[in-house]
């Protein structure tokens, strides 16, 4: 069974720029939560995904978006880069959008915004 | 809103000894889940417990336990007979009856060899 994957490892971007980063859910899979981890933090929440559709949104600004694809992989999209915006970017899959079902991690992606 | 703190930045403990780690947390829901999750330093995160609110019971999973304080919203965590490999940054988390992981800053556990 293949577990969450993420790409790609690292990125390096410019202020004003744009990012995608991609996650592929672990199989049997139908819901992905993004998370961001700015360095020496816990991760706080921006996002979830279950088939297919956003089902509930943390406290992030609407330049934060993304998509889930109908194999439920998903992509997290940042435009009009910011500094602060530096941080490791988690996802995590389950089977369904509840507490009861364990959240699996990927290894994250880090983001550096120059 | 919830929040969880951690008040302890860093804990150092000797191989095979016993380290616990602290949590609180503030809601004033009565059905939540809590938990830890253990964040080595290759990055990827990992359930290490789960407790949910309404089980009076500690929850124990191996090496690991819980100390769950329902009325003092405290939530601790103790890993007996430490291992090299518990060497990690630990997390403890909250959630409602929904999805949305709430987590606090965090503790860093170094295991001397």
């Known amino acids: 069974e293949t577990g969450v994957t993420q790409s790609p490892t690292h990125l390096i971007k410019t202020r004003g720029q744009q990012v995608t980063l991609r996650c592929s859910s672990q199989?049997?899979?139908?819901?992905v939560s993004w998370y961001q981890q700015a360095l020496g933090q816990g991760p706080q929440f921006i996002f979830q995904?279950?088939?297919?559709?956003?089902?509930g949104r943390g406290n992030f600004p609407p330049r934060f978006s993304g998509l889930q694809f109908p194999n439920y992989s998903s992509e997290l999209n940042v435009n009009a880069l910011e500094l602060d915006d530096s941080a490791l970017y988690l996802c995590a899959s389950s089977r369904r959008p509840s507490s009861t079902d364990t959240q699996y991690f990927g290894p994250g992606t880090r983001l550096t915004v120059l | 809103a919830q929040t969880v703190t951690q008040s302890q930045p860093e804990m150092s403990v000797q191989e095979a000894e016993t380290v616990t780690l602290s949590c609180t947390y503030d809601t004033s829901e009565s059905n939540y889940y809590l938990f830890w999750y253990k964040q080595p330093p290759s990055r990827q995160m990992i359930l290490v417990i789960r407790?949910?609110?309404?089980?009076?019971q500690n929850a124990t999973e191996n090496r690991f336990s819980v100390n769950f304080q329902k009325a003092a919203k405290s939530f601790s965590l103790k890993i007996s007979d430490s291992q090299l490999g518990d060497t990690a940054m630990y997390f403890c988390a909250f959630a409602f009856n929904d999805y949305k992981l709430s987590f606090g800053a965090g503790t860093t556990v170094t295991v001397r060899a």
């Open positions: 995904y279950y088939r297919e559709e956003e089902n």
């Open positions: 407790q949910e609110a309404y089980k009076q």
């Open positions: 199989s049997g899979h139908n819901t």
